[in-house]
């Protein structure tokens, strides 16, 4: 079976700048999350998708931090414009429904921004 | 206040030491218990869970956990640690009062000394 797909692993950029990630769930999987992982810390619930309606966003910095789930399939999330403190690991996971905890985590987007 | 504590944030052990992790969480009322393991380079993978029943839940490669509805407690538990059993462990709980999101612990980064 194949798992969580993230695109890029690594990304750099500039303060001010805009960057997007990408995540594939695992086939059949109803709910997906975006999940911040900052140095030293676990990681954070951003959004979480139910097919492709949002089920909770509220702790996604929404002036900045934007996600997509069309067709309930793929996702993206985008921020723009980066700050420093937005330095992190962005973790997409996935799960067969909502609320039962055992998710599948992709291998994370790390994010620099300079 | 933080909703789930782990104890220790970095650990040192000798193969064959006996390893407890520290976990504990905030809320009460009716909750599901994780713990999910991040071995280096890897992704993030669910190590073990308790819904209900036996508070004595065993996972793979050998751990255990005990629910302590009374101490508000999860702590993750192993006889005899192997060197590839290092990794960063995240104790993690959902449920009503956590919004039934994943929140979860900062993580305790085990080191096992060969």
């Known amino acids: 079976e194949a798992g969580v797909a993230q695109s890029p692993r690594y990304k750099i950029i500039e303060k001010r700048q805009s960057v997007a990630f990408w995540c594939n769930p695992i086939s059949g999987h109803a709910t997906l999350y975006w999940y911040q992982q900052i140095l030293g810390q676990g990681p954070k619930l951003l959004i979480q998708?139910?097919?492709?309606?949002?089920?909770?966003d509220s702790q996604l910095p929404k002036d900045r931090f934007s996600a997509e789930r069309l067709k309930g399939v793929d996702s993206t999330l985008k921020i723009q414009p980066a700050k420093l403190e937005d330095s992190a690991v962005y973790l997409c996971?996935?799960?067969?429904?909502?609320?039962?905890?055992?998710?599948?985590f992709g291998e994370g987007s790390r994010l620099t921004v300079l | 206040a933080q909703s789930v504590s782990q104890h220790n944030h970095h650990v040192i052990l000798s193969e064959a030491a006996s390893l407890e992790l520290g976990c504990n969480y905030s809320y009460g009322g009716t909750v599901n218990l994780f713990w999910y393991v991040q071995y280096p380079g890897q992704h993030l993978q669910l190590l073990l869970k308790y819904f209900s029943g036996d508070p004595l839940v065993k996972g793979i490669k050998g751990f255990e956990a005990e629910f302590i509805k009374s101490k508000f407690s999860f702590n993750l538990r192993k006889p005899s640690v192997q060197w590839s059993d290092t990794a960063e462990y995240f104790c993690a709980v959902n449920g009503q009062k956590y919004g039934n999101k994943l929140v979860f612990g900062a993580g305790t980064i085990l080191r096992v000394k060969s």
């Open positions: 998708f139910q097919n492709n309606g949002v089920v909770d």
């Open positions: 996971a996935s799960s067969l429904d909502r609320g039962t905890g055992e998710l599948f």
